[in-house]
């Protein structure tokens, strides 16, 4: 066996082993965290508490204070922030898509079928992909339009048919919908290093400074949190489309996706939901009704 393709083949699994890990730490991070935002007894009229809770974990009880103000010196030097489980998913992704899809760009991401288009456009417009759909979902988010959730979810549910239909005409089927994933995954990395983590910065350092902190930087960090949360279970879903062709290679595989999409965002909401107490059961049993739904469509308009 060559040098070049063994160390290839190595330098994959490793990646493709790190972007799992990393990506079930950071997903776990998000589900936690806006779980127990969700779960803290916010009925508290204390100066310094805005919530607090109790977890029980391998036979002790832990005490969860969300707190107004900043905590003493020697705790912010010590502070633990999750960033590098989102850092070391996009890293390594990226990665992966340069040495396995970009060096293979004419086999992996062409599809004379779809189009007729040279390698070197093929990564071109994959990049472009990325950079673009970042810049307008940050422009939306900093705009009037991210204060009406049902407006703002519209018009990004909307980007995402448009955008699976393009790239749907432009790759192979497999890259096409890996692509929806790459650019759902580079916004929810965008998120967090962009606006949750210097924002967080922009406290704590306000903190030691013994400044109050501008509030903003917390809703705004929040908003884009609450964000990738919702994006979990179709970026999972598009993580694991290799082993679902009939989905994948169907004609109709750009709107499928979508509806997927929706479904997943459907059954995230009711878990959200839970999690504050309210119980719509109706919401949950809706997106399993919608998958099923789905499924029998499928059979029967097969390609």
């Given amino acids: 066996m060559d040098f070049l393709p063994y160390t290839l083949k190595w330098l994959e699994l490793v990646l493709r082993w790190g972007h799992v890990l990393f990506a079930i730490l950071w997903v776990g991070n998000s589900f936690l965290f806006n779980y127990l935002d969700n779960k803290l007894n916010k009925n508290i009229t204390n100066d310094h508490i805005d919530a607090e809770g109790y977890l029980m974990h391998s036979g002790y009880y832990y005490k969860l204070t969300r707190l107004k103000t900043s905590p003493p010196l020697d705790y912010l030097n010590r502070l633990v922030i999750f960033k590098w489980q989102s ?43 990325l950079i673009l759909s970042w810049f307008i979902y940050d422009f939306l988010c900093k705009s009037k339009l991210i204060n009406n959730n049902i407006v703002f979810s519209s018009i990004i549910f909307f980007l995402l048919i448009i955008l699976s239909f393009i790239l749907a005409k432009i790759f192979g089927p497999k ?31 306000s903190s030691k400074r013994n400044e109050k902190f501008d509030t903003s930087l917390s809703l705004a960090a929040k908003q884009r949190s609450i964000h990738n949360n919702y994006s979990t279970f179709l970026v999972l879903f598009i993580m694991l489309s290799g082993h679902y062709n009939f989905i994948v290679y169907h004609k109709y595989n750009w709107l499928i996706l979508c509806l997927v999409g929706l479904i997943s965002v459907g059954a995230r909401h009711y878990f959200n939901l839970r999690g504050r107490n309210i119980h719509r059961l109706y919401i949950l049993i809706s997106s399993i009704i919608a998958l099923i739904i789905l499924a029998v469509l499928l059979l029967i308009f097969k390609n």
């Fill in 87 to 129: 850092y070391l998913t996009f890293i390594t992704g990226i990665l992966l898509l340069i040495i396995v899809y970009y060096y293979n760009s004419g086999v992996l991401m062409v599809d004379k079928r779809v189009l007729q288009i040279s390698s070197a456009n093929a990564i071109a417009i994959s990049l472009a992909s």
């Fill in 175 to 205: 890259f096409a919908f890996l692509s929806v994933g790459l650019i759902i995954g580079t916004n929810m990395f965008g998120n967090v290093f962009t606006v949750i983590i210097p924002n967080q910065m922009n406290i704590i350092n």
